[in-house]
């Protein structure tokens, strides 16, 4: 009997193992490109105190440039492990028609605080906008559900691309976001 107990314990906690490994390699594997354009929602946050490293700034603002938005998180340990990758990528993209923009959704209530946001801004290195979007109104309007979550809007403001998880230098994804990135610029 014991060994049936076991036995039975064994499956369900394999089996869990093995759901969680298949959702985390479609989530980080996991990105939409769109064929037909779609609208973008304007940022909802509009003082100053929600900015962080530029005034509040609308969408209309940034036509003409490529527009790469970065829903995270500060506790978040797949978005910071994905900052290296997207500093990179800001930096070799520097004087082209780029910009990143970083929407900080947060989980926690200690996350919600702007020196919290700005020291953890500074340790990762982080020198793009950032709209805190405290009330989840962006992330509700954007029908954002994950952290990271990217979108890729191209230079008249349209949702071209987005994608989902973790994201290192060389991998999948990072490549077929540069791609589309250049075939956009």
Known sequence: MTNKILLKNT???????????????????SGHVYSTPGAMPEFTHHDPQSWIGSKPLK??????????IDFWTFDCWN????????NELQK??????????????PEFAHEKIRVNVEEKMAEFKLHHPVMM???FSYWKAVGNRYW??????????????????EIHAGDRQAEAIEAKI????
């Open 79 to 86: 978005c910071y492990r994905s900052f290296p990758w997207l």
């Open 133 to 135: 979007d405290n009330d």
């Open 59 to 68: 969408l209309a603002e940034l036509r003409g440039k490529v527009v790469f």
């Open 11 to 29: 499956f369900w906690l394999l089996s869990g193992a093995l759901l969680s490994v298949g959702l985390l390699l479609s989530a980080n594997s």
């Open 92 to 105: 070799g993209l520097e004087g082209q028609h780029f910009v990143v923009i970083g929407v900080h959704t």
């Open 148 to 165: 990271p979550a990217f979108y890729l809007l191209d230079k008249k403001g349209c949702l071209r691309a987005h994608y989902v998880g």
């Open 182 to 185: 250049a075939e956009l610029l």
